[in-house]
């Protein structure tokens, strides 16, 4: 059974740092290009960050509005993905998503909060 | 940067009923359509992938179907547990996700 699981979601003040974890099973995740995609208070779904596998240089990419705020890394030993948030803003808060495998595979989110 | 212009923002039907959901992109996406289904407090679910491949374990009342720019997911014969608030993600070029349709039931 595939399993994401993200952790790490929580109220923070603006300008602060969060980290958050998606730990998975049930998939070859080595091979899989992994991403963050959030949803907003209002539901609006946005990508947020991809990083590829190895065979494509862990290549990372991210939507306009977090570049140099956010970084997004991987552990294939822990089958794990990240997502480090930093100078946090109120409009980062939203429903965080990990999923992979071409957006087949979507954990059950993570809620971070930005606000003072 | 692609855009995706989802229509309508809200759709009411009545079990039975086909239903069509749209999705237009800003420019030819190449059939790099995704159509996921979301039930309130869950995660999003694929149920179609690339324009017509439905996903395992799908019902096959839903499909897709389109090329270029326009896209569409039909349910043919609506059902009570289809009641949800549904996206298409185009990920041809970078990765967009239409605003979304919230179906109920009338």
């Known amino acids: 059974e595939v399993q994401l699981v993200e952790t790490g979601g929580g109220l923070v003040q603006p300008g602060k740092s969060l980290k958050l974890t998606c730990a998975t099973s049930g998939f070859t995740f080595s091979t899989a290009w992994m991403h963050w995609v959030r949803q907003s208070p209002e539901k609006r779904l946005e990508w947020i960050a991809r990083?590829?596998?190895?065979?494509?240089?862990?290549?990372?990419d991210y939507v306009e509005s977090v570049k140099g705020r956010f970084t997004i890394s991987r552990d294939d030993s822990k089958s794990s993905v990240y997502l480090q948030m930093n100078s946090l803003k109120e409009e980062d808060t939203a429903t965080y998503y990990c999923?992979?495998?071409?957006?087949?595979?979507w954990g059950q989110g993570t809620l971070v909060t930005v606000s003072s | 940067d692609i855009q995706m212009t989802q229509s309508p923002s809200f759709l009411s039907a009545t079990v039975g009923d086909r239903v069509t959901i749209n999705c237009k992109a800003s420019?030819?996406?190449?059939?790099?359509l995704n159509w996921y289904q979301q039930k309130l407090g869950e995660a999003p679910k694929r149920l179609i992938y690339n324009t017509n491949s439905l996903q395992t374990g799908i019902p096959s009342r839903f499909s897709g179907s389109g090329s270029g720019t326009d896209y569409t997911l039909t349910i043919s014969s609506l059902q009570p547990e289809d009641v949800a608030t549904y996206f298409c993600l185009q990920h041809n070029s970078g990765n967009t996700f239409g605003a979304g349709t919230k179906l109920e039931l009338k």
């Open positions: 990083i590829k596998d190895k065979s494509n240089n862990y290549a990372t």
């Open positions: 420019q030819n996406i190449n059939k790099y």
């Open positions: 999923t992979g495998s071409w957006f087949a595979y």
